[in-house]
């Protein structure tokens, strides 16, 4: 086998082509020169032949230093990562530590109590005289005993009915029902009154209410008008004095050294229509005085009915003489009430009584 010795210099390697003949197992001490093994490339040799073609010839063992500029960009990037890493910890540790009461929050929430503490006594102070005159239900829990529950029918309450305000002051005062829309029953009461001793100048009144049903069981009592209680009396009366009566009314008795004379009191909106209303009605009003008092005027009439202009105290007043110091008068006592009655003597008294007032 042909094999090239390799010469060896201090600066580089060079082969020569003399050829070396010695045996295959030529001891190792025989030879003055050991061929080395051939020239193997590596990645750190062509960084080398390439800084030799650019000048430079790097120190592959420890990394080129930095430049200037370089060295500053990396300090700057380190004292900003330093001061973010510091940042980051001081925020750490306001987060961690525990945030101090605050004060106002709390002053502001105990002086808003007191406002509230204070203005629920006040309400308190002014409400609770209300509070307390209110009536509530009474409400029981049911008895699960075994005692046989009490049939007894629960005595229903009396109905207070309103008094009406009298157009005169009087002694004794009456007040009377009238139920199921029954005015006979009324008209006979108010006769059975007449019938009563009744002493010398001395007044009764009568006072009128209906009782009306609002249910099954719930009942009210109310005033009745001067309009409803007169037709009533199923005695004609002129519609001209209907339109013109008012609700106010009045009904009683006078006593006299005889037996007690009955009047009647009403009230009108006009004087003009209360007059004409009077004018037409005279031939009919003994006869609802035999209805409403029991009396019997009308049996001791003349075909013939004729009132008669006579003056009472300064008033201009109308009068039927039917029997001796018995009869029909009345009276305007002012512009809008007009006074009836059996005798002259009582309307003259009356009179005074309204004018009085």
Request: hydrophobic share 40%; proline share 7%; no cysteine.
């Amino acid at each position: 086998m042909d094999k090239t010795i390799p010469k060896i210099s201090s600066n580089k390697i060079s082969f020569s082509s003399e050829l070396y003949e010695g045996a295959e197992n030529t001891p190792l001490s025989d030879i003055t020169e050991i061929p080395k093994a051939n020239f193997v490339r590596t990645m750190k040799n062509d960084i080398l032949e390439a800084s030799k073609k650019q000048e430079i010839i790097p120190h592959l063992s420890t990394p080129p230093a930095p430049s200037p500029v370089v060295a500053r960009m990396d300090t700057q990037k380190k004292e900003g990562v330093a001061e973010k890493h510091n940042q980051v910890s001081s925020d750490r540790k306001i987060l961690d530590t525990p945030s101090a009461p605050r004060r106002i929050g709390r002053v502001l929430f105990v002086v808003a109590l007191i406002l509230i503490l204070l203005g629920g006594a006040f309400l308190l102070k002014f409400l609770w005289p209300k509070i307390a005159a209110l009536e509530f239900p009474d409400i029981r829990t049911p008895s699960f005993s075994s005692q046989k529950p009490d049939n007894k029918i629960a005595e229903e309450k009396p109905l207070i009915a309103p008094i009406a305000e009298s157009i005169i002051p009087t002694t004794l005062q009456k007040q009377i029902i009238i139920t199921n829309n029954n005015f006979a029953v009324a008209f006979s009461d108010i006769s059975s009154e007449r019938k009563k001793e009744l002493l010398e100048n001395s007044l009764k009144g009568l006072s009128f209410v209906e009782e009306i049903s609002l249910g099954q069981t719930e009942k009210k009592l109310e005033s009745i008008s001067a309009n409803r209680f007169i037709m009533h009396s199923d005695v004609l009366v002129p519609e001209i004095l209907v339109r013109s009566l008012e609700t106010p009314f009045m009904i009683g008795f006078m006593g006299t050294a005889n037996a007690p004379a009955p009047f009647l009191i009403l009230k009108v909106s006009q004087h003009d229509t209360g007059l004409i209303g009077m004018y037409e009605w005279e031939q009919n009003i003994p006869k609802f005085f035999d209805t409403l008092f029991g009396t019997s005027l009308a049996v001791g009439l003349q075909a013939d009915v004729k009132f008669r202009d006579v003056v009472i105290l300064g008033h201009d007043s109308r009068i039927l003489e039917i029997y001796p110091d018995v009869g029909i008068a009345y009276v305007f006592a002012n512009p809008r009430t007009i006074v009836v009655t059996t005798n002259k003597e009582v309307l003259q008294k009356l009179l005074q009584k309204i004018t009085s007032n």
